[in-house]
């Protein structure tokens, strides 16, 4: 039976994927204008057959059999921090991953320990959803998308979730031939779980002058709870040197961000203080950068969640991406998690793997699909004020 594995690359799938390309057969895959200041909620998701999560996990670990197990990662619960979440506040479950755009990974990154086979989509499209299947978060922020209408949107919203996408407007994916198209940033939200009230579409700008990096921002309304959410996905510029201009497009997004939380949900928000924001990324900064520190001290007051895993509850990682192309080792802190420390409180983090889990030839690899390690935390809103009294 033909199966949207088939249409992916694969022919080794069950009902799980013909399912879902039975669904995609009467589904318009329409590429929208993306640069659209205010994107509503696109109602086609829905119209996906409904698959079930454990049994799409099953078909991926088959058809990646032949290859080594992913790391090992556990859920911690930090130290420093009381839990906050109970029946009636749930904690949200956030991952943040820059899944490496496939024409990059083939193409133009140069990663010489890692063997071409590896990075064939044939078989890593099926490391990447393994990850986002074990852990299944609520909302699931990525940047190198290249595979987006092709692969993410039909298959994530086939697993209940709504999906948006913004390519870079000059992707690097469009100058390696036979690509898939430009990459960009996708913001993945569990319907479940949260309605959506905005959608913006941002292009990032420096000195006042448009650049080539993206962010998505959308508010979103918790189900449960009742609460409002910012969640916001971005990819900085990359490479040493361009430091300045990372710090002007954070200073950027956080503008953007400020913009949006106070004017969304009207005169009662304003009543009930700032809405929360989550913000996941690649920044390609240290945390030693500028665009690090402005995060830090934004008036949104932001911290990051994965300082927690240390033991003073104030340090980085040593790393989250560890790689080695020609011009040699890369072993850096530069993806993140910020999220409102007085509204939100961190429950759990997946830590990171050891240097001995990672292997001596780094990332990617036959065993992990990507040069960036995939982050993720619970997190829970904090008790508001008036409902304390």
């Known amino acids: 039976m033909e199966g949207l594995a088939c249409q992916m690359g694969s022919c080794s799938s069950s009902r799980s994927f013909g399912t879902m390309a039975q669904a995609l057969n009467s589904a318009t895959m329409a590429q929208p204008d993306p640069y659209t200041k205010e ?52 904690s949200i479950r956030v991952m943040q991953w820059n899944i490496l755009a496939q024409a990059l990974g083939e193409g133009k990154d140069g990663f010489i320990r890692c063997p071409l086979e590896a990075l064939s989509w044939h078989e890593r499209k099926y490391q990447i959803l393994e990850e986002i299947l074990t852990y299944r978060p609520d909302i699931l922020c990525l940047q190198e998308v290249d595979h987006y209408y092709d692969t993410f949107r039909p298959i994530m919203a086939s697993l209940g979730y709504h999906g948006s996408f913004l390519p870079k407007p000059w992707s690097p994916c469009l100058d390696v ?7 960009g940033c996708a913001l993945f939200y569990r319907r479940s779980r949260f309605s959506l009230h905005s959608t913006a579409h941002l292009r990032l700008s420096a000195m006042m002058l448009p650049t080539n990096q993206v962010a998505i921002a959308q508010t979103l309304r918790c189900q449960v709870t009742g609460r409002w959410l910012c969640v916001a996905v971005t990819h900085l510029k990359a490479r040493s040197g361009w430091e300045r201009l990372r710090s002007a497009q954070g200073a950027d997004l956080l503008q953007s961000l400020q913009s949006i939380t106070s004017h969304c949900g009207g005169q009662k928000q304003a009543e009930l203080g ?9 920044f390609n900064a240290e945390p030693s950068e500028d665009v690090y520190r402005r995060f830090s001290s934004s008036p949104l007051g932001l911290s990051s969640a994965y300082k927690l895993l240390s033991c003073d509850g104030k340090t980085e990682p040593a790393y989250t991406t560890w790689k080695i192309r020609p011009s040699g ?61």
């Open 39 to 90: 994107s509503p909620d696109q109602d086609l998701d829905q119209d996906l057959v409904g698959v079930d999560p454990d049994q799409l996990l099953r078909e991926c670990e088959v058809a990646l059999q032949r290859r080594p197990a992913r790391p090992r990662r556990d859920l911690v619960c930090p130290r420093l921090v009381a839990p906050c979440s109970h029946k009636h506040n749930p």
């Open 329 to 389: 080792e890369s072993c850096s802190t530069l993806d993140y998690i910020w999220y409102s420390h007085d509204a939100l409180s961190v429950e759990t983090l997946l830590d990171i793997p050891t240097e001995e889990q990672i292997g001596p030839d780094r990332l990617p690899s036959y065993h992990y699909p990507s040069d960036h390690l995939s982050l993720l935390c619970d997190v829970s809103f904090r008790e508001e004020p008036h409902r304390l009294l």
């Open 177 to 183: 031939e036979h690509n898939n198209g430009p990459d």
């Open 274 to 282: 700032a809405m929360p924001v989550v913000v996941c990324g690649d």
